[in-house]
């Protein structure tokens, strides 16, 4: 992962978003309509999953982690280390993507793809899904997750960092690639997903600068909720068995990136005494 900006007092750098961003959520569920509203399904759902069949599924199951919360919390462990701030800004995301994501499905009752389209005609991972479709979670979060980030990061840096999206919309297609959701159901993911970033920000912009240090307690609790993601990843498949490895790789990482954590409070204490 390229290295993100350190901000010293993340107030000071970042700013707030302007009026035209909030737009973009409701763009993309604009845009998106004919896919929600499945016009044209499930053909282009099954023209999406074959067309990305040639890729291992391996590489699909992966991407789709980043749109599981213990593994997205091991994937930005190092932000405690390098960007404290950074690392709160996408927890304050997280209530708002949560609430989004179990609202759809409990008032939405909507079959997946497997349970309409013939499955000997798709490609399938795991287990067979086969209802409470809309919205796709995994792409709500990993859009709530990097949009958190990237309006917290200083305004003349953003444009570097957009593989952030890149990421999220590998993570959304994936999601089709392996068989577990409708197109509409991951824009209409991506787009509540933003504004959730977006809420989320907004909550981060009005925290006192002091609680975005690492000593701060919800800098602290970040950091106990990274430790049960080195557990639950180590200990309990996610999502797919073909997980295990990667889910082994960000284990490392997340072990790693504590262990530099307390490194720091503890040499912070020395100092301070």
Known sequence: MPMLPVPSTPHALASPVSARTWWWPLVIFVLGTPLWLQVGEPASFVAINQWCGPVAAEFWTALSLMGNGWAVLAVTAPLLVFAPGLMVAWLCAAPFAVLFARTGKFFIESPRP?????????RIVG?????????????????????????????????????????AAGAGLSRIAVGAHWPGDVVVGASLGMLAGLLGHQVWMR???????????????????????????????????????????????????????????????????
């Open 114 to 122: 497997a349970a309409v389209v013939d499955n000997a005609q798709m």
């Open 207 to 273: 925290l006192p600068a002091h609680q975005l240090v690492a000593t701060a307690w919800g800098v602290r609790t970040a950091a106990l909720l990274v430790a049960s993601s080195i557990l639950f990843l180590l200990t309990e498949v996610q999502d797919f068995a073909e997980n295990r490895a990667v889910q082994q790789v960000l284990a490392v990482v997340a072990i790693v990136s504590l262990t530099g954590y307390l490194w720091q409070m503890v040499q912070g204490k020395r100092r301070r005494e």
């Open 127 to 167: 287990e067979v899904l086969h209802n409470v479709s809309m919205p796709s979670g995994h792409t709500l979060t990993a859009f709530a997750v990097a949009s958190g980030i990237y309006f917290a990061l200083p305004l003349a840096q953003r444009r570097r960092y957009g593989w952030l999206w890149v990421l």
